[in-house]
């Protein structure tokens, strides 16, 4: 008997934690324009726009917790809907056959991009920079709620720039990334500031090293940047 009760309790237990959608998902939206999830060290984004046509529609994203299929969202951010950040949302989480549903008011459906198994994916934020991108490091002393974090799952990244005591919403972009060899790209699909920027393709020299991500070369504005990045707590 106490086999059995054993025995059921893990597969309970695997079913909970199965339910934590880690890594990126995508959609098509009635508009037409496609919605990529990324979901990373309890944290996630949401970007919604057309590659095709070099438009950024919107973009949303925050904390979350799991509980069973119950996950508590409560956005950061919202660039569309400033009145919905710091307001939580509890979803009833489905995943199967690599088809993920949200339901709240109605059902979100999202189809697997990938499954955020590699040593990139996470939640990360800026810790070190160099002075104009050059020089020694130094450490970013964190002064206000305004923050830029990056998201990466698996194949893709999203970062941006917010204060959430503010509501505010500044900048983001995104797409698909690679890293080996010691060199970083990102193949950038959207971009709120500039969509002229769809396209580009960004080269860097990349160490990931005791959780440290050593990142430098030249930003989509071709500045010079050398930065250090770490996962959030």
């Given amino acids: 008997m106490k086999y059995l ?13 199965a339910q934590v959608p880690k890594g990126a998902w995508k959609s098509q939206e009635p508009t037409g324009s496609t919605s990529t999830l990324i979901v990373a060290d309890n944290y996630l984004s949401i970007a919604s726009y ?60 999202w189809m697997r991009i990938d499954k955020g198994d590699s040593p990139m994916a996470g939640a990360w934020h800026i810790t070190e920079r160099a002075s104009g991108g050059e020089g020694d490091l130094v450490k970013i002393h964190q002064e206000g709620t305004r923050k830029t974090l990056k998201l990466l799952s698996g194949t893709r990244f999203q970062w941006f720039a917010i204060d959430p005591a503010v509501k505010g919403f500044y900048a983001t972009g995104g797409g698909t990334y690679t890293a080996e060899n010691g060199k970083y790209s990102e193949h950038i699909q959207f971009f709120s500031k500039d969509n002229n920027r769809v396209g580009s393709i960004l080269k860097f020299d990349h160490k990931l090293e005791n959780g440290r991500w050593d990142h430098s070369g030249k930003s989509s504005d071709g500045k010079p940047i050398h930065e250090i990045w770490e996962k959030i707590r």
Wanted: no cysteine.
């Fill in 5 to 17: 009760s054993a025995v059921i309790f893990l597969i309970v237990q695997a079913t909970v934690f």
């Fill in 50 to 109: 057309s590659v095709g046509n070099k438009y950024f529609e919107r973009a949303e994203g925050g904390p979350f917790m799991m509980s069973g299929d119950q996950m508590t969202y409560t956005p950061e951010f919202n660039s569309a809907d400033t009145a919905k950040i710091g307001l939580p949302i509890v979803f009833t989480v489905t995943v199967k056959d690599d088809i993920l549903t949200l339901r709240y008011e109605e059902a979100m459906v």
